[in-house]
């Protein structure tokens, strides 16, 4: 299979019926009526011009379109046209007037009376502000210089449960989000941060005021934290078993295998997070931060927090290059009878964890079953009903009826959005018992949503038999073989041979915490495949986008700067739909640009020892080709390669084993390469070199 390269262009094979057979270079003159309305850059070309001539501009004149008998007159559009303008200014100025201000003891002040929160001032001390944030929760908030000096948040939650100590650690966050941002300047800090977590306070007490029948949010996302840590802690000490005792960082490798496998790691207000939130992947897992804990004189790593409440880990403070994707639990208003409420409990699963597999069992999995392995031992918890409410003057009051339920439910937020394809949107909604909401009826793709969302989405360029393409230019850290350091510039380019529509995964309501574990193995893998990509083609600042000049429906490739236009071309083509995305790699062979390839970047200590090289081999010019499917958990399997020779069967129709193991080892090492750097890049230096040293077959 040949490499496709940037230059290519794969338009449809018939001209669009709207587009003119007239060289572009050609301009039109005299008729306008071979100009289509249905155009975009037709009508976009008279919007402009309209807006920048008065409606009146490109040779078209407005008589012909009948606007006097359509009684618009030139001044009544210039009425029409202040009035627009003002409804504008008026919407800016009440979008401006929505945003919290500086952080300042004036700027607070203000945020809270727009929030409708009662501020008390502290006689005891100066510049110190009490928040009555309900009835649950207090913030004492105190300042200095006009700077924050400390924050205090308390709750009806602290002290209720061991190991719960949602004050403290919500008072971590508060002060972070009130304190500049890396390389920020004091001045531009503004109370943005901090009004998403008062107003998340103020929601759970909302929902839980008497009003609502007085059930606590806070036990009951509570509750639901306490069983999941339940499972995680059974789940950690599982994998602990499988490392060594003098395994480096053993702790801390246990707790992201059973994040990224298992199910989940649950923090109450960790990270930046106010609340409950159950991590589920984590980019670069394997790789750790090198500021480690201190160590003690008995050799144990000593925790910098209390271990009962779990609140720092290594890669809170590596955010930048360690992405770690999470559910965010809250509560949110829903009717009772349309769908299941909260309860509270601490009983979702059992002190036993586990249960032997039964067929019987409706929460068995088939593997499970097959494999004869424990499963969950998920429990149902009874409902939580409301207090009577308080009699009424009314006969006929049926809200003050018992055995009534809460008009909440759990909700998990997505942080970030996850895109995946529509059939998996649908799929996951109905796993919670709800059908997906259809008021979104737009084309739109993964690439579209995650990768360009500036730029018009390929889904509505309404051409199947076109091949989209999008370019982009990374620099590659790389190590030769002295040690000295040197940048290599990648040109990526990545190809979509057919449109496959997607969806983003805002928020998912739920009715007991199993229903997120059991989809969390299908949300790894959408988290992985976007990680990927998002590294090697995700653009801050979208570029213009312009008709490709063979076909006005076919997308031209992203434009780089001239000087981004040499350097090792590497192709990907993507397929997104299920069960598992598919990605092919196209990689230049090393002999075919340098007889001395370099060695890889300065993860190679990672990856030194994964392949064994192989010098019996004769190198051949030929492109790598790898095919990777990304299956559940985030597992990187290799579909398809031309890179390790695979031994031809005997005469006898036998294999030999011994032989088909060592080349499973090295397929292997390929994906695990990939899973380690998390870098499409570094992993492609790392196969070249690798090929160079004449591993390849």
Same mark, same amino acid.
């Given at each position: 299979?040949?490499?496709?390269?940037?230059? @290519?262009?794969?338009?449809?094979? #018939?001209?669009?019926?709207?587009?003119?057979?007239?060289?572009?270079?050609?301009?039109?003159?005299?008729?306008?009526?071979?100009?289509?309305?249905?155009?975009?850059?037709?009508?976009?070309?008279?919007?402009?011009?309209?807006?920048?001539?008065?409606?009146?501009?490109?040779?078209?004149?407005?008589?012909?379109?009948?606007?006097?008998?359509?009684?618009?007159?030139?001044?009544?559009?210039?009425?029409?046209?202040?009035?627009?303008?003002?409804?504008?200014?008026?919407?800016?100025?009440?979008?401006?007037?929505?945003?919290?201000?500086?952080?300042?003891?004036? !700027?607070?002040?203000?945020?809270?009376?727009?929030?409708?929160?009662?501020?008390?001032?502290?006689?005891?001390?100066?510049?110190?502000?009490?928040?009555?944030?309900?009835?649950?929760?207090?913030?004492?908030?105190?300042?200095?210089?006009?700077?924050?000096?400390?924050?205090?948040?308390?709750?009806?939650? &602290? !002290?209720?449960?061991?190991?719960?100590?949602?004050?403290?650690?919500?008072?971590?966050?508060?002060?972070?989000?009130?304190?500049?941002?890396?390389?920020?300047?004091?001045?531009?800090?503004?109370?943005?941060?901090?009004?998403?977590?008062?107003? %998340?306070?103020?929601?759970?007490?909302?929902?839980?005021?008497? /009003?609502?029948?007085?059930?606590?949010?806070?036990?009951?996302?509570?509750?639901?934290?306490?069983?999941?840590?339940?499972?995680?802690?059974?789940?950690?000490?599982?994998?602990?078993?499988?490392?060594?005792?003098?395994?480096?960082?053993?702790?801390?490798?246990?707790?992201?295998?059973?994040?990224?496998?298992?199910?989940?790691?649950?923090?109450?207000?960790?990270?930046?997070?106010?609340?409950?939130?159950?991590?589920?992947?984590?980019?670069?897992? /394997?790789?750790?931060?090198?500021?480690?804990?201190?160590?003690?004189?008995?050799?144990?790593?000593?925790?910098?927090? &209390? *271990?009962?409440?779990?609140?720092?880990?290594?890669?809170?403070?590596?955010?930048?290059?360690?992405?770690?994707?999470?559910?965010?639990?809250?509560?949110?208003?829903?009717?009772?009878?349309?769908?299941?409420?909260?309860?509270? @409990?601490?009983?979702?699963?059992?002190?036993?964890?586990?249960?032997?597999?039964? +067929?019987? =069992?409706?929460?068995?999995?088939?593997?499970?079953?097959?494999?004869?392995?424990?499963?969950?031992?998920?429990?149902?918890?009874?409902?939580?009903?409301?207090?009577?409410?308080? *009699?009424?003057?009314?006969?006929?009051?049926?809200?003050?009826? *018992?055995?009534?339920?809460?008009?909440?439910?759990?909700?998990?937020?997505?942080?970030?959005?996850?895109?995946?394809?529509? +059939?998996?949107?649908?799929?996951?909604?109905?796993?919670?018992?709800?059908?997906?909401?259809?008021?979104?009826?737009?084309?739109?793709?993964?690439?579209?949503? +995650?990768?360009?969302?500036?730029?018009?989405?390929?889904?509505?360029?309404?051409?199947?038999?076109?091949?989209?393409?999008?370019?982009? @230019?990374?620099?590659?850290?790389?190590?030769?073989?002295?040690?000295?350091?040197? =940048?290599?510039?990648?040109?990526?380019?990545?190809?979509?041979?057919?449109?496959?529509?997607?969806?983003?995964?805002?928020?998912?309501?739920?009715?007991?915490?199993? #229903?997120?574990?059991?989809?969390?193995?299908?949300?790894? #893998?959408?988290?992985?495949?976007?990680?990927?990509?998002?590294? @090697?083609?995700?653009?801050?600042?979208?570029?213009?986008?312009?008709?490709?000049?063979?076909?006005?429906?076919?997308?031209?490739?992203? *434009?780089?700067?001239? %000087? =981004?236009?040499?350097?090792? /071309?590497?192709?990907?083509?993507?397929?997104?739909?299920?069960?598992?995305?598919?990605?092919?790699?196209?990689?230049?062979?090393?002999?075919?640009?340098?007889?001395?390839?370099?060695?890889?970047?300065?993860?190679?200590?990672?990856?030194?020892?994964?392949?064994?090289?192989? +010098?019996?081999?004769?190198?051949?010019?030929?492109?790598?080709?790898?095919?990777?499917?990304?299956?559940?958990?985030?597992?990187?399997?290799?579909?398809? /390669?031309?890179?390790?020779?695979?031994?031809?069967?005997?005469?006898?129709?036998?294999? =030999?084993? &011994?032989?088909?193991?060592?080349?499973?080892?090295?397929?292997?090492?390929?994906?695990?390469?990939?899973?380690?750097?998390?870098?499409?890049?570094?992993?492609?230096?790392?196969?070249?070199?690798?090929?160079?040293?004449?591993?390849?077959?």
């Amino acid at each position: 299979m040949t490499t496709p390269t940037p230059s @290519s262009n794969t338009p449809s094979k #018939q001209l669009p019926a709207f587009s003119s057979p007239v060289p572009r270079s050609v301009p039109h003159t005299g008729n306008t009526n071979m100009l289509s309305y249905d155009s975009p850059a037709v009508l976009n070309m008279l919007n402009d011009a309209s807006a920048g001539m008065g409606g009146v501009g490109m040779g078209i004149s407005m008589s012909g379109l009948g606007m006097s008998s359509l009684g618009m007159s030139a001044s009544a559009m210039g009425r029409a046209d202040e009035a627009e303008r003002s409804r504008r200014l008026q919407s800016i100025i009440e979008i401006i007037a929505r945003k919290p201000g500086r952080v300042s003891e004036e !700027g607070l002040l203000a945020l809270c009376k727009r929030l409708g929160v009662q501020v008390e001032k502290n006689a005891a001390e100066a510049h110190s502000w009490m928040l009555l944030i309900g009835d649950e929760a207090v913030c004492d908030i105190t300042f200095k210089d006009d700077e924050i000096a400390s924050v205090n948040l308390q709750t009806g939650l &602290d !002290g209720e449960q061991e190991g719960l100590q949602f004050g403290p650690t919500g008072s971590a966050i508060l002060v972070r989000s009130l304190k500049p941002l890396p390389g920020q300047g004091k001045i531009n800090v503004t109370l943005e941060r901090f009004a998403e977590n008062l107003e %998340k306070l103020l929601n759970l007490d909302k929902l839980g005021n008497p /009003q609502n029948g007085g059930v606590s949010c806070y036990n009951a996302i509570a509750g639901v934290y306490i069983s999941l840590r339940k499972l995680f802690e059974h789940e950690k000490k599982m994998a602990l078993a499988v490392f060594a005792a003098n395994t480096p960082h053993r702790s801390h490798k246990a707790e992201r295998e059973v994040l990224c496998k298992k199910s989940g790691r649950p923090r109450l207000n960790g990270g930046s997070c106010l609340g409950l939130s159950l991590e589920y992947w984590m980019d670069r897992r /394997q790789m750790v931060s090198a500021k480690t804990p201190a160590q003690s004189k008995k050799g144990k790593e000593k925790m910098e927090i &209390d *271990p009962q409440t779990h609140t720092s880990y290594l890669e809170d403070d590596n955010a930048e290059n360690i992405h770690v994707y999470s559910l965010t639990i809250e509560c949110e208003s829903s009717p009772s009878t349309l769908y299941n409420p909260i309860r509270i @409990s601490n009983e979702w699963i059992s002190d036993k964890i586990e249960k032997p597999a039964d +067929a019987s =069992d409706a929460n068995a999995t088939i593997d499970s079953i097959l494999l004869d392995t424990p499963s969950l031992d998920w429990q149902d918890p009874k409902p939580t009903y409301l207090e009577p409410a308080a *009699p009424t003057e009314e006969a006929m009051d049926l809200t003050s009826a *018992p055995g009534r339920l809460p008009n909440i439910r759990f909700v998990a937020k997505f942080n970030p959005p996850l895109v995946v394809p529509y +059939a998996v949107h649908v799929q996951l909604f109905q796993s919670v018992g709800i059908e997906p909401r259809h008021e979104d009826f737009r084309p739109t793709t993964f690439v579209g949503i +995650a990768l360009r969302p500036g730029e018009i989405d390929p889904g509505m360029m309404g051409v199947a038999e076109s091949t989209h393409e999008i370019r982009s @230019s990374r620099k590659i850290l790389r190590v030769d073989t002295e040690g000295n350091e040197t =940048d290599e510039r990648h040109i990526m380019s990545l190809y979509l041979p057919k449109i496959e529509y997607s969806r983003t995964l805002d928020s998912l309501p739920f009715s007991h915490p199993k #229903q997120l574990v059991e989809m969390l193995p299908t949300l790894r #893998q959408y988290a992985l495949t976007t990680s990927l990509l998002c590294e @090697s083609f995700f653009e801050k600042e979208a570029k213009p986008t312009e008709l490709n000049s063979s076909n006005p429906l076919s997308p031209p490739p992203t *434009p780089l700067a001239e %000087k =981004d236009s040499e350097g090792l /071309q590497i192709d990907v083509n993507l397929s997104y739909t299920p069960p598992a995305p598919r990605l092919t790699f196209y990689v230049p062979h090393p002999s075919a640009t340098s007889p001395n390839p370099q060695t890889l970047s300065s993860m190679s200590d990672l990856l030194s020892d994964l392949l064994i090289s192989d +010098a019996s081999t004769a190198p051949t010019h030929a492109p790598l080709s790898i095919t990777l499917d990304i299956h559940a958990n985030g597992e990187i399997v290799v579909a398809e /390669q031309n890179i390790v020779n695979v031994p031809p069967a005997k005469e006898d129709g036998d294999v =030999d084993m &011994d032989a088909a193991e060592v080349v499973e080892g090295k397929i292997k090492r390929i994906s695990r390469a990939l899973d380690i750097v998390g870098n499409v890049g570094v992993w492609a230096e790392w196969l070249r070199r690798e090929v160079g040293k004449g591993w390849m077959g």
